[in-house]
């Protein structure tokens, strides 16, 4: 497809939304960039063309892919760290991450964006430097949205995330719980889960996202003490992972659940959610790196990725 088709199709779904260039373009390029792309005068790059999808679903469909090979490998690479970070697959995320540092482009802002954001969530996951998670975090996100504490606050402007600001944001969320700054933490969950459902998002992505979003906000209320309003969100997290068929998840909601409803003193109910996680768990061996279920349950981990 032409530059100019596809340009016509950015300017068709944005002026759709109701977003105005300035809000679509910010921290991915210039508003005078984007006028130009959309114009059919500017060349748009993979990143480029990736960060606006992920900021305004629909127009998947123009691309005709032409990637180099450093942009597929980097891509593949970008895929499988995500997934290994997911799956708690420690030793192949890290291999993964070597291997995309040495083919990233050094000054290009998405891969340092996904750099630093990828190793913060290994820190995370892996309980290592844990002092400098936070910092990294709010690093990567100033690399395409460097106020982002005066946007987040403001009514006026739409703010619109990418997915991997999303990512950074709900990782910040998780870091601020741990550091016992629980207003921080319910500010992000909240915001993010309103974002959300107030985005037209693309279904498939927005499922993945929420169950990220929801599960921690679950997490983070029965850090606070909330286990009824814990369990809420527990049900409706469940409940989206059989609608998007994402069970990653699952044992670590019915955890939650479990730990929320024995507090309450259901235990019948409790004892039930247990024997399920327990039982997700067996079948996808994912207790391996914790010496078995009652370390997992005991351990109260946050979601820190979906894929």
Not at 63 to 84: F, G, H, N, P
Not at 178 to 199: H, N, P, T, V
Not at 255 to 261: E, V
Request: hydrophobic share 40%; net charge positive; charged share 25%.
């Amino acid at each position: 497809m032409p530059t100019y088709g596809m340009g016509e199709a950015i300017r068709e779904m944005r002026m759709r939304l109701g977003y105005t260039q300035e809000e679509l373009a910010y921290g991915i390029c210039t508003a005078g960039t984007l006028s130009k792309i959309e114009n059919g005068k500017a060349i748009i790059s993979k990143h480029v063309f990736e960060a606006l999808c992920s900021k305004m679903p629909g127009i998947h469909h123009v691309w005709v892919s032409c990637d180099t090979k450093a942009e597929m490998e980097r891509s593949k690479l970008c895929k499988q760290i995500l997934l290994y970070l997911e799956l708690r697959k420690m030793e192949e995320a890290n291999a993964a991450m070597e291997q995309y540092r040495k083919r990233k482009e050094k000054n290009n802002p998405f891969c340092m964006q996904f750099d630093l954001y990828t190793q913060a969530i290994y820190q995370g996951i892996m309980k290592k430097d844990e002092g400098h998670i936070l910092p990294k975090l709010k690093k990567a996100l100033m690399l395409t949205m460097p106020d982002y504490k005066e946007r987040l606050r403001a009514k006026k402007k739409a703010v619109l995330l990418t997915y991997d600001e999303v990512y950074i944001l709900s990782n910040m969320g998780i870091a601020y719980a741990k550091k016992d700054s629980i207003g921080m933490a319910y500010g992000i969950f909240c915001f993010l889960k309103e974002y959300i459902r107030q985005q037209k998002l693309d279904i498939s992505e927005s499922m993945k996202i929420n169950l990220m979003v929801i599960g921690n906000l679950a997490w983070l209320l029965e850090r606070q003490g909330q286990f009824r309003e814990a369990v809420k969100q527990c049900d409706e997290c469940i409940e989206n992972c059989f609608l998007a068929g994402k069970y990653t998840v699952l044992p670590y909601l019915l955890c939650i659940k479990s730990r929320c409803l024995t507090a309450i003193g259901n235990l019948q109910t409790a004892k039930k959610s247990r024997q399920q996680a327990k039982a997700i768990l067996g079948i996808r061996n994912e207790v391996r790196s914790y010496g078995g279920f009652e370390e997992f349950y005991k351990a109260k981990e946050p979601i820190y990725v979906t894929f």
